[in-house]
């Protein structure tokens, strides 16, 4: 699940999509850019893996990273919409954390440029029982 942390004692709860085993990850980043029906540039690591791949794929409802995007830093990783919606709840990506997208359009009107983001493997049990 992604929390948005909206006050004291109160989040919004979101499923998502995430990592599959070896792309997993933690960590802190911050959001340094949201954008609309973002433009895909595969990496070349992943294009590598699946050369089936295209070099670019200009935003839209086949564009696997959907209506919006949130970059974390300047890493590959992104949270981002999804244009395949049974990947939410599994462990499918490249590392990016995946989203409905009404879910990732509500998320980047809440979080704005500069929201920091922790990523967990685990959340503590003294929040999980919460």
Do not use: Q
Not at 33 to 44: F, G, L, Q, T, Y
Not at 99 to 105: F, I, L, S, Y
């Amino acid at each position: 699940y992604l929390y948005l942390v909206t006050g004291p004692g109160r989040a919004t709860r979101y499923g998502i999509g995430v990592g599959r085993p070896g792309f997993e990850w933690a960590g802190v980043k911050s959001v340094t850019r949201k954008a609309e029906w973002p433009d895909w540039r595969p990496p070349a690591e992943m294009r590598k893996r699946k050369p089936h791949l295209p070099a670019y794929m200009a935003g839209g409802v086949k564009n696997p990273l959907g209506a919006k995007a949130l970059y974390l830093g300047n890493s590959l990783y992104r949270i981002h919409g999804t244009n395949d919606p049974s990947s939410i709840g599994t462990e499918a990506s490249s590392g990016c954390i995946r989203m409905h997208n009404g879910h990732v359009v509500h998320l980047a009107s809440m979080a704005g440029v500069g929201t920091t983001v922790h990523v967990v493997s685990k959340l503590p049990r003294s929040v999980a029982s919460n």
